[in-house]
């Protein structure tokens, strides 16, 4: 007897049609699924585009397949020290413990950290941090199992209560968790115990999968899906317009750069670049926010560039596709990454993209019609690149054909035949 009602709901509150059950039905018999997605990278509240690529991830696979979800997001907590303000910490301390999104729970409890130091607890402090409260909530409603994303510390507290419930954990990877960490002290032993006791892994990049191989996991456990790109949101629009709305001249040349402002996304390098450019009326408009912000403006100011660079801050998700519409190019500087959602954006509204030739980026940018990769990773480097790519005649429309390709309903598809492998008969 299946746990779940045979026609369900499609994660917004609605009631799937006809067809799309027989479609669930097909794959998966009368046994819908109830999984728990358990992470730290989801939005809440006060991120509202926090990790949107989790979420949409989730929302599509439940939408085709009628799967039901609960979210359990753990948020960090550190005790407050006197006379010293840990100012991420602050916010953190202000997400809500529930919330609904969309129709679906979303939980936030706290787990223990103590800032640059014990990174070889984390894992044990989030299992502790969310144990009771996922174990009340199965005992109400049974999961099938779990969705864990970050193989460490997040894996530790899924594969771990997968465990003490019995159900089958299926990790995703998804950039700095395989590609820096196991390189810290102490922490491999648990990525790879991690790895071994998941039941799949997925890796969102080629990159990815090889580290996990190199890690000793079988082969045969491991996928590979990369992000979507939600096509209705992110596509071609007119230029002027985009302009208009945010501001930009209409005789300039707009080079954009979209991430979190940290020295691994190299915004210095490209202000540097702009600054050798043998151009006028380029812009450098730079969307997003974070710790680097105030040295970034500084470097610009001292290297006399004025409103040459634009830093817009953290932009309302309504409002990032008109920054893809109002550019002539897109550039990326970073130093490593798992799969840059910001490079499929951007392809999705047909921008050529100049970027550095590492892994993760090479397979989005993989030819020499959608972009050009820099193997010099500095600003002399990233300034021919953007000589190269501004002297270059595009076929914009090719760019957004292959950026297009890559929706979330096609990653749906792709994940459902992840989760029908681990599925347990009932």
Request: one cysteine or more; proline letters at 6%.
């Amino acid at each position: 007897m299946p746990r779940n009602p045979p026609l369900a709901t499609d994660g917004w509150g609605g009631r799937m049609g006809k067809d799309n059950e027989g479609f669930r039905r097909l794959h998966f018999g009368n046994c819908l699924m109830h999984i728990l997605t358990l992470s730290t990278l989801f939005p809440n509240a006060l991120q509202p585009v926090h990790a949107l690529f989790v979420r949409a991830r989730m929302e599509h696979f439940s939408r085709q397949y009628g799967h039901r979800w609960t979210v359990v997001a753990p948020v960090p907590f550190f005790p407050k020290i006197p006379f010293r303000t840990l100012k991420a910490y602050d916010t953190f301390a202000r997400v809500p413990r529930y919330e609904e999104t969309r129709g679906y729970p979303v939980h936030h409890p706290r787990y223990l950290v103590t800032p640059k130091v014990g990174m070889r607890f984390y894992g044990a402090w989030m299992t502790a941090g969310v144990r009771r409260l996922v174990k009340v909530l199965h005992a109400k409603d049974p999961f099938d199992a779990i969705d864990g994303h970050y193989v460490y510390p997040d894996g530790t507290a899924a594969v771990r209560l997968g465990k003490e419930l019995g159900i089958p954990v299926v990790l995703s990877a998804r950039g700095t968790d395989l590609n820096l960490f196991p390189k810290l002290p102490g922490i491999a032993d648990l990525i790879r115990s991690n790895l071994n006791s998941s039941r799949h892994l997925i890796c969102v990049s080629e990159g990815l999968r090889q580290e996990a191989l190199k890690l000793g996991v079988s082969g045969e456990k491991v996928s590979v899906i990369g992000n979507g790109v939600d096509t209705n949101r992110f596509r071609r629009g007119d230029m002027r317009t985009a302009r208009e709305f945010l501001g930009l001249p209409h005789d300039a040349t707009v080079i954009l750069s979209v991430g979190h402002l940290t020295g691994l996304k190299g915004f210095h390098l490209l202000i540097d670049a702009v600054s050798r450019l043998g151009r006028d009326q380029v812009v450098l408009a730079i969307v997003g926010d974070g710790p680097e912000r105030g040295p970034l403006e500084r470097l610009a100011e001292s290297l006399h560039l004025g409103d040459r660079v634009r830093f817009a801050g953290a932009v309302g998700n309504d409002d990032l596709p008109a920054w893809y519409q109002s550019a002539d190019l897109f550039a990326l500087a970073s130093s490593r990454e798992g799969w840059p959602n910001v490079l499929c954006e951007a392809q999705a509204c047909g921008l050529p993209v100049v970027a550095t030739k590492i892994r993760g980026i090479s397979e989005i940018v993989h030819g020499d019609e959608l972009g050009i990769l820099v193997e010099e990773r500095s600003g002399e480097g990233l300034c021919t690149g953007l000589e190269r790519a501004l002297s270059k005649a595009w076929d914009r429309s090719l760019i957004a054909s292959v950026g297009s390709a890559r929706t979330w309903d096609r990653v749906a598809d792709e994940l459902a035949s992840v989760f029908d492998t681990i599925r347990e008969p009932r």
